[in-house]
């Protein structure tokens, strides 16, 4: 299991940012939600977390899990 923290897409002032769960500073900033969307996605299933993309209210939208699902579809 990995000990890597979660990935979320955030708005900012500026654009859109990536940031590690619990992170205070951006991992990557953009200047679309769609830049940061793939940066983070990238980030994500490179460390096998979720990818938790927040809508420009700050709420989630929606997530995906890459490697990290804790329950997995049968079939």
């Known amino acids: 299991m990995t000990n890597k923290k979660d ?3 955030v708005p900012t002032a500026d ?3 990536n940031r590690r769960e619990g ?9 679309t939600k769609a830049e940061a969307e793939s940066a983070g996605r990238a980030a994500a299933k490179k460390d096998g977390v ?3 993309i927040h ?6 939208g929606h997530r995906n899990s890459y490697g990290n699902d804790p329950h997995p579809p049968k079939g």
């Open 7 to 9: 990935m979320h897409t």
């Open 15 to 17: 654009g859109w940012a």
């Open 23 to 31: 992170g205070a500073r951006a991992s990557s900033t953009h200047a």
């Open 50 to 52: 979720e990818h938790l």
């Open 55 to 60: 809508k420009k209210d700050g709420t989630i």
